[in-house]
């Protein structure tokens, strides 16, 4: 039985996501506040965690950030949960490190399809093709390291998921609705922002140059494409 840890403060709100996801056959841990969850986090190893951003104390960014900086929980998914709806709190919950958020109001059927997605591209086995390198730049699937000119660069799971999609599909458009469903893993039904958040983070943690590899096609999707190829 897999383990998620669910950190919110507001009691209804934590109580019916820890009834619906046992109701899913998950094993749940619930905390109000970030300062319990991260006392246990290394010693249990939970599967995922779902973190609301406001929080009474430590607020939620900023325990995202520490579990980042653990070598045994940097690739554990997480998930934001969060009544803001700014786009700048959103990118600044993908940058510092959450792998998805779902902003409040939500629907406890689209959080566990999002739980069974990042749970299963985290435990998918590794390809026997480990390593992708393409003009510079190195990506292993099985250590999850990305090398920029022998730098390493931190990604968070989705964006690590979708710069692999783009450099296994070279040259070749690919659709919104493929990365969609390929990295989310469900039929996605509304605006696309969640997509383009998840390339802009992941343009800036490439750099300059890198970055440009990833071309936007407008009104169809993203190529991974070297510029003068382009």
Not at 46 to 65: E, N, R, S
Not at 199 to 226: D, M, N
Request: glycine share 6%; aromatic share 8%.
């Amino acid at each position: 039985m897999e383990r998620i840890y669910v950190i919110e403060d507001d009691d209804n709100i934590r109580d019916l996501i820890q009834i619906a996801l046992e109701g899913f056959g998950y094993e749940v841990f619930a905390f109000e506040r970030a300062e319990d969850a991260l006392a246990k986090i290394e010693s249990d190893r939970p599967a995922l965690a779902v973190f609301d951003l406001m929080l009474d104390g430590m607020d939620g960014l900023t325990a995202i950030k520490r579990i980042r900086k653990n070598n045994q929980l940097k690739d554990m998914p997480i998930i934001v949960l969060t009544a803001k709806d700014r786009e700048f709190d959103k990118v600044a919950g993908l940058d510092g490190g959450a792998d998805d958020y779902m902003t409040k109001p939500f629907g406890v059927m689209e959080l566990a399809a999002r739980i069974r997605s990042l749970l299963r591209r985290s435990n998918k086995a590794s390809d026997t093709q480990d390593v992708l390198e393409q003009y510079g730049l190195s990506l292993n699937k099985k250590t999850r390291e990305v090398i920029i000119e022998g730098k390493k660069v931190e990604l968070t799971l989705k964006e690590f998921e979708l710069l692999q999609h783009l450099m296994e599909n070279r040259n070749r458009v690919v659709s919104r609705d493929e990365l969609l469903n390929h990295i989310w893993g469900y039929d996605y039904d509304g605006e696309t922002r969640t997509l383009d958040m998840h390339i802009r983070t992941l343009r800036q943690k490439l750099g300059e140059e890198a970055s440009s590899y990833i071309k936007t096609v407008r009104g169809v999707g993203y190529r991974f494409v070297k510029p003068e190829e382009g």
